[in-house]
């Protein structure tokens, strides 16, 4: 794998006010990410996982650092950034394939050009047979797929997915890990994943990094060197998730203690 | 909570419910000394008689100019009522700008009721834009509110999602804001609509000039002929009736996206 950087994150701090109270979400945090590879972020509840992928998005202002994409200072949001949001966010009145063409048209993008890019993905994420259906005629796995969709479509340069399988049961989301990995090696995305699950980390990412409890900052950062499909009941995965379980407790218990 | 009940049950007991009270009416209206009350009969024979000879009465006008002109009072007021309700109120929801613009003009002027208005309604109007201004007046609230109401109803993270896929302000407006706040614009419509069609008959009946249904039952009620007042109010009920159940189908059909499975 090329180690081509394509974010850079700068001495990115983020502080909430709200009338008197402040919280500080995120803390001096400098990260790299490379192009193409599959990296996670996770890090105990409210640690500023969700505010950093928002930071990226162009959907929070830093208060103080910078994020550069391609080199580029990030701003307002946009379109080489797709987000994929755990809430899924779909609109309700349009059916998957509109909602997968949302971006499109903003984009002016010809009818036959649209049409060509949404049947792409329908089949790329597996919602054949469901292309017509509202959002809430689908069930969560299959609201997942439309929503991962609906931010591939417009090729952004990253894909920015925010706990995206946090409300599935157990079953689906492994089903949804496996076959978002499959879409990650025919699309060769960077994908920033952001998740509480240890688990999921271990079984998605290239690299882990993992956050200190609040403010935000990195606490370690570990290349996943397990090839792939990863057994998730093998003797390696628990090696690489162990140490990781106990980095993620020690945050957690400090997270609780402040309260 | 409701229970099931067979459908021949819930025929059975419609049944005995609309007859115990046309019984009771009947019993009522022939001790009534006075003879005000008629019976469903008579109301019934004599509407039967106006829909078919359809003549002219006392006001000038035959019975289906009476039921056109309300109808056609009604179409303007409350279409005008829309067509200015619905933008103001998307741009009211938001803006911030057109919010602190309008909020006051609205605050002022909700509390009163449309038909407070009529009398100045009938001396600065000509006919029939009287009864058109108290239409628009009791239709325009209820649409403007809701539709207020639905536009900061929708979910901000629709709002990023949006964004997140490009969207500039202009495109947020047209493809998120506008179409998430339909269910509660026709919530508005279905209420206004009803609203109008209260303030008309009511504007009708305190003397804007021409026909009209509220003009014929209170000529009717002048010389007494009360078997025609209610002949009149039955078809102002059924009009009422019908035009909510349209407008509820088109509600249903456009807002179908929203109902909870």
């Known amino acids: 794998m090329g180690r081509d950087t394509i974010i850079q994150i700068r001495d990115l701090n983020k502080v909430f006010e709200h009338e008197k109270t402040t919280v500080e979400a995120l803390a001096d945090l400098n990260l790299d990410v490379y192009k193409g590879e599959f990296f996670c972020v996770i890090g105990p509840t409210g640690c500023g996982k969700t505010t950093l992928l928002r930071i990226i998005a162009g959907l929070e202002p830093p208060t103080k650092g910078e994020i550069l994409l391609n080199g580029q200072k990030v701003g307002k949001p946009g379109a080489d950034r797709g987000l994929v949001f755990q809430e899924f966010a779909l609109f309700p009145w349009r059916t998957s394939r509109k909602n997968i063409e949302f971006g499109l048209e903003i984009k002016r993008l010809p009818l036959e050009e649209r049409q060509e890019i949404v049947e792409r993905y329908i089949k790329l994420v597996g919602l054949q047979g469901f292309e017509n259906a509202l959002p809430r005629q689908l069930s969560s796995g299959m609201k997942q797929r439309v929503a991962i969709a609906r931010a591939l479509a417009t090729d952004p340069e990253v894909l920015l997915m925010d706990e995206p399988f946090g409300s599935l049961d157990a079953q689906t989301r492994n089903i949804m890990q496996r076959e978002l990995l499959a879409i990650w090696e025919e699309t060769k995305k960077t994908v920033v994943f952001v998740t509480h699950s240890v688990d999921e980390a271990v079984y998605l990412a290239d690299r882990i990094v993992v956050l200190t409890a609040r403010p935000g900052t990195v606490k370690k950062l570990m290349e996943v060197k397990l090839p792939r499909p990863r057994d998730r009941t093998g003797e390696e995965f628990y090696a690489v998730r162990r140490p990781l379980l106990q980095e993620l407790e020690i945050e957690a218990e400090k997270a609780m203690k402040k309260g | ?261």
Not at chain 2, 24 to 53: E, M, S
Not at chain 2, 65 to 73: E, F, G, I, K, W
Not at chain 2, 226 to 253: P, S
């Open chain 2, 1 to 261: 909570m409701k229970g099931q009940l067979f459908l021949f049950s819930r025929i059975l007991l419609a049944v005995v419910s609309l007859v115990s009270f046309f019984g009771l009416w009947w019993w009522i209206a022939i001790h009534d000394p006075r003879g005000v009350l008629p019976t469903p009969q008579d109301i019934f024979t004599t509407l039967a008689r106006i829909v078919i000879t359809n003549q002219r009465d006392l006001t000038g006008h035959v019975f289906s100019d009476h039921v056109a002109s309300t109808l056609s009072r009604v179409f303007y007021g409350f279409s005008l009522a829309a067509v200015v309700a619905i933008p103001v109120g998307l741009l009211s929801g938001w803006s911030i700008w057109a919010e602190s613009i309008s909020k006051p003009i609205v605050e002022l002027l909700r509390p009163i009721p449309p038909f407070a208005w009529i009398p100045f309604a009938i001396i600065f109007f000509r006919e029939p834009f009287d009864s058109v201004f108290i239409v628009y007046l009791g239709a325009f609230f209820p649409i403007l509110l809701t539709t207020i109401a639905g536009v900061k109803a929708v979910d901000s993270i629709l709002i990023d999602a949006a964004k997140t896929l490009g969207a500039n302000r202009g495109h947020l407006f047209s493809k998120v804001i506008v179409p998430a706040s339909i269910p509660h614009i026709m919530t508005g419509i279905r209420i206004g609509l009803g609203v109008g069609w209260m303030t008309i008959v009511a504007a009708e009946l305190v003397g804007v000039k021409g026909g009209g249904l509220g003009v014929y039952i209170h000529t009717m009620s002048d010389i007494g002929r009360f078997e025609n007042v209610f002949a009149g109010m039955f078809i102002i009920g059924i009009i009422g009736f019908l035009m909510i159940t349209a407008v509820t189908y088109v509600e249903r059909r456009l807002s179908r996206w929203a109902e909870i499975l």
